[in-house]
């Protein structure tokens, strides 16, 4: 019996520490409780490395993430939805820039505080967009000489 006993408590450690490795990595991968936040948009012409789940920063703190991308059908754009952290008021005239974090690093949304007075609410769209630059063309574009 008593074999029987040690068998089930070793067992209910094991579950145990099986669910607070889970609790713990839910929310160290942001996907545990949420803070209160607010969602914002912007239209890109392209929107080459980021997808859902990218990082959103702000000086280089992240502050958010990329909820949804769609294309646009009429203007064949990428719409792009994403979320920012409560607390954070950004100014209405701010930009959204899609920035690299290296040579061979991934892309990321940054955002480019303004300076209006007004800030942006739930739901609103940022129009001052910048696209991703594909490395590519670029270096298309310095092997020819730039006529392309």
């Given at each position: ?29 942001g996907k545990g409780s949420r ?26 703190v992240k502050i958010g993430t ?12 990428a719409l792009t939805e994403f ?66």
């Amino acid at each position: 019996m008593s074999a029987v006993r040690t068998e089930a408590l070793v067992g209910a450690a094991v579950l145990a520490a099986a669910a607070s490795f889970l609790i713990y990595a839910s929310q160290f991968a942001g996907k545990g409780s949420r803070d209160a936040g607010y969602a914002l948009s912007a239209s890109f012409r392209s929107v080459e490395g980021v997808s859902v789940g990218t990082d959103v920063r702000l000086a280089g703190v992240k502050i958010g993430t990329v909820t949804d991308i769609t294309l646009d059908p009429t203007t064949f754009r990428a719409l792009t939805e994403f979320t920012v952290a409560g607390g954070i008021d950004l100014p209405d005239d701010s930009a959204v820039v899609i920035s690299s974090e290296g040579l061979l690093g991934g892309n990321f949304v940054e955002i480019l505080p303004g300076g209006s007075p007004f800030n942006f609410e739930e739901g609103d769209e940022i129009e001052d967009t910048q696209s991703s630059v594909s490395l590519v063309s670029l270096l298309l574009k310095f092997v020819s000489g730039g006529d392309e």
